[in-house]
């Protein structure tokens, strides 16, 4: 399994990047998949996860602004960031599961990860 990740850069306040985890050979009835960030200095935190039925889970601190999805045909993982503040600067990646059930916000409940995609607000 490959999960390669795309769509950061640096960004201005305010503004609304979509990041995009292609995965391949990753072809699972039942699954999790996830984005996770890391700030410098910092744990990984869970930014949000979808399983293989849509249903979605978000970190506290995402407040509406972000949006999970993930297209099947494509075997892709998309997350739509919006009002973006400095805050939100870290690296950010996509991690995947082949267990299903409920999805947790945790590092440790995946198995497979990306290298990363950085995000910088300023």
């Known amino acids: 399994v490959q999960l390669v990740e795309s769509g950061g850069g640096l960004v201005q306040p305010g503004g609304s990047p979509r990041l995009s985890c292609a995965a391949s050979?990753?072809?699972?009835?039942?699954?999790?998949m996830a984005w996770f960030r890391q700030a410098p200095g910092k744990e990984h935190e869970g930014v949000a996860t979808?399983?293989?039925?849509?249903?979605?889970r978000y970190g506290d601190f995402v407040k509406g602004r972000f949006t999970i999805s993930h297209d099947a045909a494509k075997n892709t993982l998309y997350l739509q960031m919006s009002n973006l503040n400095p805050e939100d600067t870290a690296m950010y990646y996509c991690?995947?599961?082949?267990?299903?059930?409920?999805?947790?916000?945790?590092?440790?409940?995946?198995?497979?990860w990306g290298q990363g995609t950085q995000v910088t607000v300023s």
């Open positions: 979808i399983d293989n039925n849509r249903v979605t």
């Open positions: 991690a995947a599961n082949h267990r299903g059930g409920y999805c947790f916000l945790t590092w440790n409940s995946y198995n497979f």
């Open positions: 050979e990753f072809a699972y009835s039942r699954y999790c």
